[in-house]
T-cell receptor, first 116, second 111 residues
Framework: DTGVSQDPRHKITKRGQNVTFRCDPISEHNRLYWYRQTLGQGPEFLTY????????KSRLLSDRFSAERPKGSFSTLEIQRTEQGDSAMYLC??????????????FGEGSRLTVL | SQKIEQNSEALNIQEGKTATLTCNYT??????LQWYRQDPGRGPVFLLL?????KEKRKERLKVTFDTTLKQSLFHITASQPADSATYLCAPDMGRRALTFGSGTRLQVQP
């Protein structure tokens, strides 16, 4: 399978714990995105990488959230001191660099987080 | 501020009919607009992209229109099937590095 892979698919944690999600994008894709989605809403942008550089972060990404893409391949999204409001589906997407930038996003299946 | 509006109410139609979903946007002129399909518990899947200089785009039973004057895109599924039941998301280019999505419209096709 050469699609976008996310791990774990489901995570249940207690409030205050730290969680980390991993995303493996399609190998030739330079761009990687993290989105968050809650029930009945569309995906909300969190952060964007081009290769290993984090080029944009949403104001939704509080200081408890950190994302990395150390070698320009896989990425991790860590949430520290989780809160119940962090419960959501965390989606990773990748896309190749195209000029002009109209490339579609290829999404993974998401990591569903439940904070008790 | 920029807004993307999709009908939050579910659309229920009979099999074989044409489903029409609406996406309206404000305070921007997108260079292109994308449509995605999302099944419950799954990530969105890209369906179609239409550019500002294209009035209409077709792919099999799907048709998308883009009216830059009305600031609206319509997404049609002809000869709908129960397997078309899903949530459909529109994502107009809002001049940002990352796509901005509407909240989606859930389509239910009854057999």
């Amino acid at each position: 399978d050469t699609g976008v892979s996310q791990d774990p698919r489901h995570k249940i944690t207690k409030r205050g714990q730290n969680v980390t999600f991993r995303c493996d994008p399609i190998s030739e894709h330079n761009r990687l995105y993290w989105y968050r989605q809650t029930l009945g809403q569309g995906p909300e942008f969190l952060t964007y990488f081009q290769n290993e550089a984090q080029l944009e972060k949403s104001r939704l990404l509080s200081d408890r959230f950190s994302a990395e893409r150390p070698k320009g391949s896989f990425s991790t999204l860590e949430i520290q001191r989780t809160e119940q409001g962090d419960s959501a589906m965390y989606l990773c997407a990748s896309s190749p660099v195209r000029v002009p930038n109209t490339g579609e996003l290829f999404f993974g299946e998401g990591s569903r987080l439940t904070v008790l | 501020s920029q807004k993307i509006e999709q009908n939050s109410e579910a659309l229920n139609i009979q099999e074989g009919k044409t489903a029409t979903l609406t996406c309206n946007y404000t305070n921007y002129s997108p260079a292109y607009l994308q449509w995605y399909r999302q099944d419950p518990g799954r990530g969105p899947v890209f369906l179609l992209l239409i550019r500002e200089n294209e009035k209409e785009k077709r792919k099999e039973r799907l048709k998308v229109t883009f009216d830059t004057t009305l600031k609206q895109s319509l997404f049609h599924i002809t000869a709908s099937q129960p397997a078309d039941s899903a949530t459909y998301l529109c994502a107009p280019d809002m001049g940002r590095r990352a796509l901005t999505f509407g909240s989606g419209t859930r389509l239910q096709v009854q057999p």
